[in-house]
């Protein structure tokens, strides 16, 4: 069992920046990939950015030159760096993580973590 925990959201203006951690715990070395997802409310969500225990990373062309994603194995932990948010970037961002030789990370998630930018 694997179990993650965001923190980090909040309400920032536009042209602001927040960073979301996402702090994993439990059976961590069956996991190979981790990322972060996004939902707005009454939209599809979506895979913002990734990141596999190998070091590679991808963003959604939505997100980049924005965003980053990075890692710090020591504490087991996720970071999404967000800068220059629009309003648009608002909605639930969910932390979730990968089992070993996965694409996108969809078999644990986190709870979720609200993500507001006003204009």
């Known amino acids: 069992q694997v179990q993650l925990v965001e923190s980090g959201g909040g309400l920032v203006q536009t042209g602001g920046s927040l960073r979301l951690s996402c702090a994993a715990s439990?059976?961590?070395?069956?996991?190979?990939?981790m990322g972060w997802y996004r939902q707005a409310p009454g939209k599809q969500r979506e895979l913002v950015a990734r990141?596999?225990?190998?070091?590679?990373?991808f963003l959604a062309d939505s997100v980049k030159g924005r965003f980053t994603i990075s890692r710090d194995n020591a504490k087991n932990t996720v970071y999404l760096q967000m800068n220059s948010l629009k309003p648009e970037d608002t909605g639930v961002y969910y932390c979730?993580?990968?089992?070993?030789?996965?694409?996108?990370?969809?078999?644990?998630w986190g709870q979720g973590t609200q993500v507001t930018v006003s204009s």
């Open positions: 439990g059976s961590i070395f069956t996991i190979n990939i």
């Open positions: 990141i596999f225990s190998a070091g590679t990373t």
């Open positions: 979730a993580a990968g089992l070993k030789d996965r694409w996108i990370p969809n078999d644990y």
